[in-house]
């Protein structure tokens, strides 16, 4: 049997998983496809560089168009980050026939529709099932498994390494900056780790569910985006008190043809399944009008559990091979986006302010909220001897986001507020 040829574009932490995959399962993954799949040629940027795995030294090379351009190699396996090079090499790649499957989520959430496109045109696959949630076969399950329904909301925990450092901060009370050079250590952080910190890994990946979940043309842009770096030891352990989680989650929602789609900070109910992912896993939470409450979870980064989602795409496009139906899985069109207004996006809301320590000062921040048609559900001041006395909690029942706002505004020119301490969505 021809061997099926395989270009790996990166060896760093996905593609070592990748390559003992490939050669630890060897018979079994001959077995499902009816041919030996053969890694022919790697592109790293070091050649001389000391690897994890033993490869035999004349399949490296520093040059990406050797591997784009080799008439030998059936798929190329883009696990190598990067957006403008690597887009570059992968439309070489299509150009000349070559079935793509990536780990890249930046990409896809920037360039996903005009890289299909391209594919379409080629008569290409493009898979992309690592690039979200990791080990969990998420994407598959939102095009096949969830095709026949109409979801009205995906939230999930989709970045392992914020999950990881919350993880810490709130079992152990590590500090933030210690736990994140633990990440990178373990090879869950991206190169530039302020991608995961600051919420663009997570909106990047929410892209890509929600333009799969919606069935609609989602950019990067429509996604509102806040990242981990203001949460503060304190407010895990408020969220904790009052029987909350802090997590990054992404939210999508629709309602009628309206959505919205956001990552930011959230208290979480402890009582719900997403409130007790921890550590590196990921959750993604998925609510149809048919099917009712979903969820997946799993390890969501990491060498082998990423490289697994790698490997059964290379799968799925050596099938699609034998059975001459490459590059007819995409969706034929999406949906033009309609977002939803600032009015039009509910949530509860947990603020901690620090007040003037007087009479009255309650009254006028109940009458902010009154004027405001924010509804308060509770209000604490917490007594705990070492939190301040002059703190105040307060959770408000459902509120718009442009009502909040307006709340916050009002807070910044009222004396007796002397400082907006946090403001958290809470779910659940
Ligand atoms: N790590 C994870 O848990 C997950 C990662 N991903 C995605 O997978 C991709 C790879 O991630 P990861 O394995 O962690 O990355 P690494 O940084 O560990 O590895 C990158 C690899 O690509 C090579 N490389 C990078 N840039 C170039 C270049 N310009 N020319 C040639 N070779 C290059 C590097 O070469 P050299 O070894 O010589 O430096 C290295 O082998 C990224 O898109 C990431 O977002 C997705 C899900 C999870
Ligand atoms: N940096 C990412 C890696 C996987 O996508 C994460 O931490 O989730």
């Known amino acids: 049997m021809k061997p099926i040829k395989v270009g790996l574009l990166g060896l760093g932490t996905v593609g070592t998983g990748v390559v003992r995959i490939v050669e630890g399962h060897q018979e079994d993954l001959s077995n499902q496809v009816g041919s030996p799949i053969m890694i022919s040629q790697i592109l790293v ?6 690897r994890n795995i033993p490869v035999e030294g004349s399949k490296l090379t520093e040059d990406p168009w050797e591997v784009v351009r080799n008439p030998d190699i059936d798929v190329i396996v883009e696990v190598m980050g990067g957006i403008a090079q690597t887009k570059e090499y992968i439309l070489e790649a299509l150009e000349r026939g070559k079935h793509v499957v990536t780990a890249n989520k930046d990409l896809m959430a ?3 529709p005009e890289i299909l496109e391209k594919a379409r045109a080629k008569g290409c696959d493009v ?6 949630a990791g080990g969990i076969p998420i994407i598959r399950t939102l095009i096949e498994g969830f095709s026949s329904d109409r979801i009205t909301k995906i939230m999930g925990i989709v970045n392992g390494t914020t999950n990881y450092i919350l993880t810490k901060m709130s079992q152990e009370g590590a ?3 210690d736990v994140l050079k633990e990440a990178q250590e373990l090879g869950y952080a991206e190169a530039d780790p ?6 663009l890994d997570a909106a990047r990946k929410m892209t890509i569910l929600s333009t799969l979940g919606f069935r609609s043309n989602v950019s990067l842009d429509n996604v509102s985006t806040k ?3 203001s949460v503060t030891q304190e407010d895990i ?3 904790k008190h009052l029987g909350y989680a802090v997590k ?5 929602e629709r309602q009628d043809d309206y959505i919205s789609v956001s990552v930011q900070p959230t208290m979480i109910k402890q009582s719900h399944p997403i409130a007790s992912v921890n550590g590196v896993f990921n959750a993604v939470y998925v609510h149809g009008e048919a099917v009712g409450e979903t969820m997946f979870y799993g390890a969501g980064a990491g060498e082998m559990p990423t490289a697994t989602s790698v490997v059964a795409d290379l799968v799925a496009v050596v099938k699609n091979m034998k059975l001459g139906v490459n590059g007819r899985q995409a969706q034929l069109s999406y949906n033009v986006v309609k977002l939803k207004t600032d009015e039009q996006i509910a949530s509860k809301f947990f603020l901690l302010l620090h007040v003037e320590d007087r009479a009255g000062v309650l009254a006028q921040i109940a009458q902010v909220f009154s004027n405001r048609d924010v509804s308060i559900e509770s209000v604490m001041q917490p007594s705990t001897p070492n939190m301040s006395s002059t703190e105040i909690i307060i959770i408000t029942h459902d509120a718009s986001k442009a009502a909040m706002n307006n709340v916050l505004n009002d807070f910044e020119s009222l004396s007796a507020v002397r400082k907006i301490k946090s403001v958290y969505r809470v779910e659940g």
Request: no cysteine.
């Open 127 to 132: 898979l992309y099932e690592a690039s979200v």
């Open 45 to 50: 940027k070091d050649r001389a560089k000391g």
């Open 110 to 112: 920037l360039h996903g």
């Open 175 to 177: 500090a933030y900056s």
């Open 248 to 252: 990054l989650l992404g939210i999508a």
């Open 194 to 199: 302020t991608s995961d910190v600051e919420g």
């Open 237 to 239: 352990q408020y969220a």
């Open 227 to 229: 990242g981990i770096s």
